[in-house]
């Protein structure tokens, strides 16, 4: 289906080429002036020059032809000052196109000419380190972006890429070691088969991972002396040496190594995929850097071979920097100079991978905006290798910092690493707290606790992924428990308090009236707030277009709350179930069902659901 510009568009081309201007330039775009026309043309101001002509008079002649021909389009044309064309689009055209836009189960959207495949690589957690709000925001976007691109008809394939295979396995390893050296997967003569039961719970593995790198890196603390600070720096070293010792024995195929690090996995990832759920994300690639650690030896041996890759100071490095740099771009690193490989070895082999499994049109990261040189550098290498095909396309969307009101990285009130958990459980208590508030000042009757909760969840979910959605990705945002939690504003919770308005009043009819008719059809717009939502309905597809255009969920949210701030306008002016002229009920209850499919598709692109009441 056209977009609903693209046909006034075509129209207001048609009288210009009917005038004998050319239409290159014509076209119709939303007014800029809404108080004075829905839309408007400038293309007579473009002309002026070629047809030596005042652009008030190309506008003129346009205008007559339009009032002649395209009176079912447009009902009011009109010429200002210098030769703007002031349009707004009749009632019978908008509803004609919002009634074909209903017909559609994508409303609107149409099929892509050419269907990319692309890879989306996001999430990104890292085993046996808790989730934080860092990880949030890449699943969060990541899985807003997977959901835009497959509206658009194009398909996505999510891969959550785990760190899984770099020092924090070999600090973790080295850490059991230190804490149960009679473990038999430390014992190198073993032969026999390895228990089936990890020797460690998720809570312990959460502990032993910050003890361990806080050994292997250890920081000041209140009161020790500078002495004793010295002393635990160099046990500090021979730590850290001795865990990158079991990342390599690691990753060279240790059989007690990776009999733990699969107990590791395990546990990790099925405490992650609980996570996950609850966000409500999830990937069609459970793949982290081990995956393709096998490939490393044949990749290297290549990189060599053909010469992209040289020695410098003892490590094996991809040289990146281009001529029209302005900034340095360092080299990309390889292999460390004790031949273990790096978190560039396994992306880099990664995108070897996907090309040779998947050959992806495009691969997208979803990744914090502070890794964009190394991505830079992990482009540039991969692509000059010919380890990308030229033709695909590699794309980083990085995104900011979650801060708190303070302006700097949001923490726990004592300072700590805000985890993912406790910041879904803040939220989560506080719209229980409104939702709970709501229901007593509420004519409703009882108050089912145990639904309240669920629906409490449910809006939280809306409102730390709105919040976290409405700002462009690459912005850092504050991430306010009050403001997320609003049902007033461009908040999440406002977003699905308008839908399940909606959905009551539909509810409403059908216990006043029996079941809504099958016949409902839209009807031309009479009020101003009636032709408002219209005409915000009208402009779905060309947001889907832009969304996807940009990887902008932001986009998404933006009009999602402008069709919620013009749904409630319509509610608050007109009286619905009241209404006696039952076609015209029925024409507003189209309308209302029609704006309800809209929401449920916006808001599922933006990775949340609305309860039936709330
Ligand atoms: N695990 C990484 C981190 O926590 C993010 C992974 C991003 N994806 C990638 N292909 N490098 O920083």
Same mark, same amino acid.
């Given at each position: 289906?056209?977009?609903?510009?693209?046909l006034?568009?075509k129209?207001?081309?048609?009288a210009?080429?009917e005038?004998g201007y050319?239409?290159?330039?014509?076209?119709?775009?939303?007014?800029?002036?809404?108080d004075l026309?829905e839309?408007?043309?400038?293309g007579?101001?473009?002309?002026?020059?070629?047809?030596?002509?005042?652009p008030?008079?190309?506008?003129g002649e346009v205008?007559?032809i339009?009032k002649?021909?395209?009176a079912?389009c447009?009902s009011?044309?009109?010429?200002?000052?210098?030769?703007f064309?002031?349009?707004?689009?009749?009632?019978s055209?908008?509803k004609s196109?919002?009634?074909d836009m209903?017909?559609?189960?994508?409303?609107?959207?149409?099929?892509?000419?050419?269907?990319?495949?692309?890879v989306?690589?996001y999430?990104g957690?890292?085993?046996?380190?808790?989730?934080?709000?860092?990880?949030?925001?890449?699943?969060v976007?990541?899985?807003?972006?997977?959901?835009i691109?497959r509206y658009?008809g194009?398909?996505?394939?999510?891969?959550?890429?785990?760190?899984?295979?770099?020092l924090?396995?070999?600090?973790?390893i080295c850490?059991l070691m230190?804490?149960?050296?009679?473990l038999?997967?430390f014992d190198?003569s073993?032969?026999?088969?390895?228990?089936k039961e990890?020797p460690?719970?998720i809570?312990?593995?959460?502990?032993?991972y910050?003890?361990?790198?806080?050994?292997?890196?250890?920081?000041?603390?209140d009161?020790?002396?500078?002495e004793?600070?010295?002393k635990r720096?160099?046990?500090?070293?021979?730590y850290?040496?001795?865990a990158m010792?079991?990342t390599?024995?690691l990753?060279?195929?240790?059989?007690?190594?990776r009999?733990?690090?699969?107990?590791?996995?395990?546990?990790?990832?099925?405490?992650m995929?609980?996570?996950?759920?609850?966000l409500?994300v999830?990937?069609?690639?459970w793949?982290?850097e081990?995956?393709?650690?096998?490939r490393?030896?044949a990749?290297?041996?290549?990189l060599r071979?053909?010469?992209?890759?040289?020695?410098?100071e003892g490590a094996l490095v991809?040289?990146?920097?281009e001529?029209?740099?302005?900034k340095?771009?360092?080299?990309c690193?390889?292999?460390k100079s004790?031949?273990?490989?790096?978190?560039n070895t396994?992306?880099l082999?990664?995108l070897?991978?996907?090309?040779e499994?998947?050959d992806?049109?495009?691969v997208?990261?979803v990744?914090?905006?502070?890794q964009?040189?190394?991505?830079?550098q992990?482009?540039?290498?991969?692509?000059?290798s010919?380890i990308v095909?030229?033709e695909?396309?590699l794309?980083?969307?990085g995104?900011?910092?979650?801060?708190g009101k303070?302006?700097k990285?949001y923490?726990?009130?004592d300072?700590?690493?805000?985890?993912l *958990?406790?910041?879904?459980e803040?939220?989560e208590?506080?719209?229980?707290?409104?939702?709970l508030e709501?229901?007593?000042?509420?004519?409703?009757?009882?108050?089912?606790?145990?639904?309240?909760?669920?629906t409490?969840?449910?809006?939280a979910?809306?409102a730390?992924?709105y919040g976290?959605? *409405?700002?462009?990705?690459?912005?850092?945002y504050?991430?306010?428990?009050?403001?997320?939690t609003s049902?007033?504003?461009?908040?999440?919770p406002?977003?699905l308090?308008?839908?399940?308005?909606?959905?009551s009043?539909l509810?409403?009819?059908e216990?006043?009236?029996?079941?809504?008719?099958?016949?409902?059809t839209?009807?031309?717009?009479e009020?101003a707030?009636?032709?408002?939502?219209c005409?915000?309905l009208t402009?779905f597809?060309?947001?889907v277009?832009?969304a996807f255009?940009e990887?902008a969920p932001h986009?998404?949210?933006?009009y999602?709350?402008?069709?919620?701030?013009?749904?409630?306008?319509?509610?608050?002016?007109?009286?619905i179930?009241?209404?006696p002229?039952?076609?015209?009920?029925k024409?507003?209850?189209a309308?209302?069902?029609?704006?309800g499919?809209v929401?449920e598709?916006?808001? *599922?692109?933006?990775?949340f659901?609305?309860?039936?009441?709330?």
């Amino acid at each position: 289906m056209n977009e609903f510009l693209e046909l006034a568009s075509k129209t207001v081309q048609k009288a210009f080429a009917e005038a004998g201007y050319p239409t290159d330039n014509v076209s119709v775009i939303l007014s800029n002036r809404p108080d004075l026309c829905e839309l408007q043309c400038n293309g007579a101001m473009a002309l002026a020059k070629t047809a030596h002509k005042a652009p008030f008079m190309i506008a003129g002649e346009v205008a007559e032809i339009l009032k002649k021909d395209a009176a079912d389009c447009f009902s009011k044309i009109e010429v200002v000052n210098p030769g703007f064309l002031n349009l707004d689009a009749s009632p019978s055209f908008v509803k004609s196109y919002l009634s074909d836009m209903s017909k559609e189960e994508k409303l609107g959207v149409p099929e892509p000419e050419a269907k990319e495949t692309i890879v989306l690589d996001y999430g990104g957690p890292n085993i046996a380190k808790p989730l934080h709000v860092g990880h949030l925001r890449s699943a969060v976007i990541g899985e807003s972006v997977k959901r835009i691109i497959r509206y658009a008809g194009h398909e996505a394939i999510g891969d959550i890429h785990m760190g899984d295979w770099g020092l924090q396995m070999g600090l973790i390893i080295c850490e059991l070691m230190e804490r149960k050296p009679e473990l038999v997967y430390f014992d190198e003569s073993f032969e026999g088969e390895y228990p089936k039961e990890a020797p460690f719970t998720i809570a312990e593995l959460e502990e032993i991972y910050p003890t361990a790198s806080g050994k292997a890196n250890p920081k000041p603390v209140d009161g020790e002396s500078e002495e004793a600070f010295e002393k635990r720096k160099e046990a500090g070293k021979i730590y850290k040496q001795k865990a990158m010792e079991c990342t390599k024995k690691l990753q060279d195929g240790q059989r007690g190594y990776r009999a733990l690090w699969d107990h590791i996995i395990d546990v990790s990832v099925s405490d992650m995929k609980k996570n996950y759920e609850k966000l409500k994300v999830d990937f069609d690639l459970w793949n982290g850097e081990s995956t393709v650690h096998n490939r490393i030896p044949a990749m290297v041996k290549r990189l060599r071979e053909e010469g992209w890759a040289h020695e410098s100071e003892g490590a094996l490095v991809i040289d990146v920097k281009e001529e029209t740099d302005n900034k340095e771009i360092p080299p990309c690193m390889v292999l460390k100079s004790d031949g273990a490989s790096l978190y560039n070895t396994t992306d880099l082999a990664t995108l070897e991978m996907r090309r040779e499994e998947i050959d992806p049109d495009r691969v997208i990261y979803v990744v914090d905006k502070r890794q964009s040189l190394y991505f830079e550098q992990i482009f540039r290498a991969a692509r000059k290798s010919g380890i990308v095909k030229p033709e695909t396309g590699l794309f980083f969307l990085g995104f900011g910092t979650v801060n708190g009101k303070d302006g700097k990285p949001y923490k726990t009130r004592d300072g700590g690493v805000m985890r993912l *958990s406790m910041l879904i459980e803040q939220i989560e208590e506080a719209m229980l707290a409104k939702i709970l508030e709501n229901k007593k000042t509420s004519s409703e009757g009882a108050i089912d606790e145990a639904a309240a909760k669920q629906t409490a969840d449910m809006v939280a979910l809306a409102a730390i992924k709105y919040g976290d959605l *409405s700002n462009q990705a690459a912005k850092d945002y504050i991430f306010d428990v009050d403001r997320f939690t609003s049902f007033e504003g461009d908040t999440g919770p406002y977003i699905l308090y308008t839908m399940v308005r909606i959905k009551s009043i539909l509810k409403k009819y059908e216990e006043k009236f029996g079941k809504l008719p099958e016949d409902l059809t839209l009807r031309d717009a009479e009020g101003a707030e009636e032709k408002e939502l219209c005409l915000v309905l009208t402009r779905f597809n060309a947001m889907v277009r832009n969304a996807f255009e940009e990887l902008a969920p932001h986009k998404v949210c933006a009009y999602v709350y402008e069709l919620a701030n013009a749904a409630n306008r319509l509610y608050h002016s007109t009286k619905i179930l009241d209404e006696p002229d039952a076609e015209k009920q029925k024409g507003y209850l189209a309308l209302l069902s029609l704006t309800g499919r809209v929401f449920e598709a916006g808001i *599922s692109m933006l990775g949340f659901e609305a309860p039936e009441a709330m």
